[in-house]
């Protein structure tokens, strides 16, 4: 009787259980794949909603990952259905697949909502559709398990160990530098990427993977398990079995993605080292839902927090090497027993986070340290506020270089990416080591996109010169897998006439991280009268998804969803499409 109550309640049943010209259009046209009449039963339908694209490398292995989600699903009596989304490739997509998170979330959102579905597995790796399809699926608010396709396996070439993004940046200055030759710079570029999966370095991929895990919305393990240990694959079948369960519970993400949750996300991605590009995807899901995560909850939060993961790139060790040490249960444990976790937070599992990982176990304290003696004392992403970011900014403490977080420099400002490029190897730029680098118009609406350009190469000339780190501020992203003493985020941006296109060669600006500042050492009059001879760069394209985007998306700070599509709608049943 239980039963056939909770298949009365399911939204599929408002096209597959209809005995009429509809529910014949409905179930008729899908048995062209010989499903049979019982399939259409009021057993739960679960959407498979993949990534998978060639385009996409790092989720090229998700068709097998959804074949093993699909005989999950099967084993628990639901009907599996995979469905195609956007794909948002890192390293292919130009100007930035940033550009496209929020279409793809769109995509998603409206996929699960025209479609007959009960619930949804959601299959995402490469930075962005993890992002967007959390967003997506929070808007939606059907229930959704997240299942991330895992890292690559370590990097390797000549012997050494090699992380994503972290050696491409490191290697590609020491060419620059002339350290190593063209030779040795292709040798390494097949060794690094040698096999399925996402960047293995914790960049934001792996970040975003780790907050699946300690939102509560995806299984215990999902962060590190590689992408070609067969565990990845039962975790996946898994998933398809327990999605099946949460559609009978009705555990919607509203469920899962409470303020409390993203409270213990955002201490995990203190306590691993995580990307600042977190920072505007966590803002951007809680907003989703309902929940008005800032960056004040980032500071007050993470300040305090140690490092425990000595993974790239603030540390050495790579993510394989993290999940044999135990992986992200291990962390979670760790931060629950110092009563810096909410223990009672429900998962998709239908247990708390500290039913989860209460008997969790590290099996290699230098890849996982303890928060008594930990990797990188109070290393959580820091805010820093002040008239050169009056709405916030954001720098990576643990990726930086210790001498230069409180530092007073020489601006050396770059107009655009273009400028930037152009004038870094200018062997006549007025440039030295203590200056520091500043680049505008890289924000959501003035790239467009809010490129991962804010970790600016260093001139040519200091490169020479054995110099490795300066300050450099931006109102960009920066990629996870980067490092060194960058500010990122600056907000308003640039191109929406913040304080940051004010700032000319030859200002001093400083940038105190502990005591949270960033200040341009000019005063209010001289602004004034910069501000008044300013002019908004033109947007670069008339028409289309970037003139939407330019137009309705919000500043950094505000997580850079489009103004329109913050909050949840649910999944109504639309009307009949005859
Ligand atoms: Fe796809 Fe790094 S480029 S995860």
Redesign the pocket.
């Known amino acids: 009787m239980a039963e056939e109550q909770a298949k009365k309640k399911l939204r599929s049943q408002e096209w597959f259980g209809r005995q009429d010209k509809m529910g014949f259009y409905y179930r008729s046209f899908l048995k062209n794949r010989g499903f049979p009449q019982d399939q259409f039963d009021g057993r739960p339908v679960i959407g498979i909603c993949n990534t998978w694209s060639e385009l996409n490398p790092?989720n090229s292995h998700f068709r097998t990952i959804a074949e093993h989600v699909r005989y999950g699903v099967l084993e628990a009596g639901g009907f599996p259905l995979e469905f195609p989304v956007s794909s948002l490739?890192?390293?292919t997509m130009r100007p930035t697949a940033m550009l496209y998170r929020n279409l793809a979330a769109m995509d998603v959102e409206e996929g699960i909502r025209a479609h007959p579905l009960d619930g949804v597995v959601l299959l995402m790796?490469?930075?962005k559709t993890t992002p967007a399809l959390l967003m997506g699926a929070a808007s939606a608010d059907l229930p959704a398990i997240g299942v991330s396709g895992g890292p690559q396996l370590r990097g390797v070439y000549r012997g050494q160990i090699i992380g994503?993004?972290t050696n491409i940046i490191s290697m590609s200055e020491q060419l620059r530098a002339g350290e190593i030759t063209l030779k040795e710079f292709h040798e390494a570029e097949a060794g690094m990427n040698r096999s399925h999966g996402?960047?293995m370095t914790m960049?934001t991929?792996s970040s975003m993977a780790s907050m699946v895990e300690a939102l509560g919305i995806g299984l215990p393990t999902n962060a590190a398990i590689p992408a070609v240990d067969a565990r990845r694959n039962e975790l996946a079948r898994l998933s398809g079995r327990r999605i099946v369960q949460m559609v009978h519970e009705d555990l919607t993400p509203t469920k899962i993605l409470t303020r409390e949750a993203f409270e213990n996300a955002i201490r995990t991605l203190a306590a691993i080292g995580g990307s600042t590009n977190a920072v505007v995807h966590l803002i951007a899901i809680a907003r989703r839902i309902g929940i008005d995560l800032t960056l004040e909850d980032f500071d007050r939060l993470g300040r305090g927090v140690h490092c425990q993961v000595n993974l790239m790139p603030s540390g050495q060790y790579l993510m394989e090497d993290f999940y044999y040490a135990g992986g992200l249960p291990v962390v979670l444990r760790d931060l629950a027993e110092a009563g810096l976790l909410h223990k009672e937070a429900l998962t998709v599992n239908g247990r708390t986070m500290w039913e989860n990982v209460r008997e969790a176990e590290c099996w290699n304290r230098e890849v996982i340290t303890s928060i008594a003696e930990p990797f990188k004392p109070d290393a959580g992403i820091a805010i820093l506020r002040g008239n050169l970011a009056p709405k916030g900014a954001v720098i990576k403490p643990s990726a930086a270089s210790p001498h230069l977080l409180k530092h007073t420099g020489r601006a050396v400002v770059f107009e655009n990416i273009e400028d930037l490029h152009h004038r870094k190897d200018d062997p006549d730029l007025d440039i030295d080591a203590d200056c520091i680098m500043v680049l505008q118009n890289c924000g959501p609406r003035g790239y467009p996109g809010m490129a991962e350009v804010g970790n600016m190469p260093l001139p040519q000339k200091l490169l020479k010169e054995g110099v490795r780190d300066m300050v450099r501020i931006s109102d960009a992203r920066m990629s996870g897998t980067a490092y060194g003493t960058v500010v990122l985020h600056v907000a308003p941006e640039a191109a929406a006439g913040g304080p940051l296109a004010l700032v000319r060669s030859g200002d001093l600006i400083t940038l105190d991280v502990k005591a949270g500042s960033l200040h341009l050492h000019v005063d209010d009059a001289e602004l004034a009268i910069r501000r008044a001879a300013w002019v908004a760069p033109e947007p670069p394209m008339d028409r289309g998804y970037t003139r939407m985007y330019v137009e309705h998306v919000l500043q950094a700070d505000e997580g850079a969803d489009f103004d329109f599509l913050v909050g949840k709608s649910g999944s109504p049943v639309p009307r009949d499409n005859h």
């Open positions: 790092c490739g890192e390293v790796g490469c930075d994503s993004g996402s960047c960049g991929a």
